[in-house]
């Protein structure tokens, strides 16, 4: 069973219970003794139970991710309920759902999580998805942030499910959304490395991603997994390895927002090459 369809079958339980407690609770006037009497009962404060149904729920069918997620809609309904949110939400792939939860993971890696890194990953959500992609995602987001996060639990869970060039993409969103801002910061570059130790990413093409990022002066051979010592017949045939591995198609099924997004990364192994070529004056 996949994310999406736990979550779907979350959502629909979770709006089933909250339309029987609505129906459960007394109409105002029933409170009175008399059908002349004025109510004088005081209004009660809504309860929100749908976020510890949805979590409750999410954790039983899906494990921590389900659990954070169910969390997540469930107080999105609450706040649906009491006129916070205007429409419901969209249902995120897997994909999407586990790129929000890492990312909420990684926001939440220096203690402090500020005005502007919401902002910064908004806007990489509207350059990656589109803006109304973008406003779903960060409504989510807000909400799981509220959440202590296993970072661990929820990386092995999409080792679990997800195909590895799917991993990697994931892997090089994680570093574009920590540099949105400009810099990286130590405790997110950690979080991102325990991340990748989890999901299963390999030393190399760890080192080849955050060569893209982070930048040295080896940084082109990094990316490649090459070395300057390398011959150029190792270089050609190491790029040529590198292209089939972070070529677009391998993450096609995931959507085309996310193919077009693997792109960049794809242009950037380009770019690599051919700054190593200009260098040696491989033609």
Same mark, same amino acid.
């Given at each position: 069973?996949?994310?999406? +369809? ?17 129906? /459960?609770?007394?109409?105002?006037? $029933? ?11 005081? #209004? ?13 729920? %999410?954790?039983? *069918?899906?494990?921590?991710?389900? !659990?954070?997620?169910?969390?997540? *809609? ?30 909420? !993971? ?16 908004? /806007? ?5 998805? %589109? ?11 807000? $909400?799981?942030?509220?959440?202590? +996060? ?7 869970? +999409?080792? /679990?499910?997800?195909?590895? #060039? ?34 299963? +990413? ?24 090459? &070395?300057?010592?390398? &011959? ?27 193919? &077009? ?9 380009? !770019?690599?090459?051919? $700054?190593?070529?200009? /260098?040696?004056?491989?033609?």
């Amino acid at each position: 069973m996949t994310y999406l +369809i736990i979550i779907f079958v979350i959502g629909i339980i979770v709006y089933l219970t909250m339309n029987f407690i609505k129906k /459960q609770k007394k109409h105002p006037y $029933e409170a009175s003794n008399s059908a002349n009497e004025p109510n004088t009962t005081q #209004p009660q404060p809504k309860k929100s139970y749908g976020k510890w149904i949805g979590g409750g729920l %999410g954790w039983a *069918f899906g494990g921590p991710i389900g !659990a954070i997620m169910g969390f997540a *809609f469930g107080s999105m309904y609450d706040g649906m309920q009491t006129g916070k949110y205007e429409s419901k939400p969209t249902q995120s792939g897997d994909f999407s759902i586990s790129l929000l939860i890492l990312s909420a !993971a990684i926001m939440k890696a220096d203690g402090l999580i500020m005005r502007s890194e919401l902002e910064y990953v908004k /806007q990489f959500f509207i350059r990656q998805f %589109g803006a109304y992609e973008a406003q779903q995602k960060i409504k989510l987001l807000k $909400e799981i942030l509220k959440q202590e +996060i296993n970072a661990q639990d929820v990386s092995l869970q +999409i080792k /679990q499910y997800m195909d590895y #060039p799917a991993r990697l993409q994931l892997l090089h969103f994680l570093f574009g959304i920590s540099s949105a801002d400009g810099q990286f910061h130590s405790r997110e570059v950690e979080m991102i490395d325990s991340i990748s130790s989890y999901l299963g +990413i390999s030393n190399n093409d760890y080192v080849s991603i955050k060569a893209m990022f982070v930048k040295d002066i080896d940084s082109a051979y990094k990316i490649l997994e090459a &070395t300057p010592e390398s &011959t150029d017949d190792e270089v050609k045939k190491a790029y040529h390895k590198m292209a089939v591995k972070y070529h677009p198609d391998k993450v096609a099924h995931l959507g085309e927002d996310i193919k &077009t997004a693997a792109k960049e990364k794809f242009q950037k192994l380009n !770019a690599a090459y051919e $700054e190593i070529k200009k /260098q040696r004056g491989i033609k």
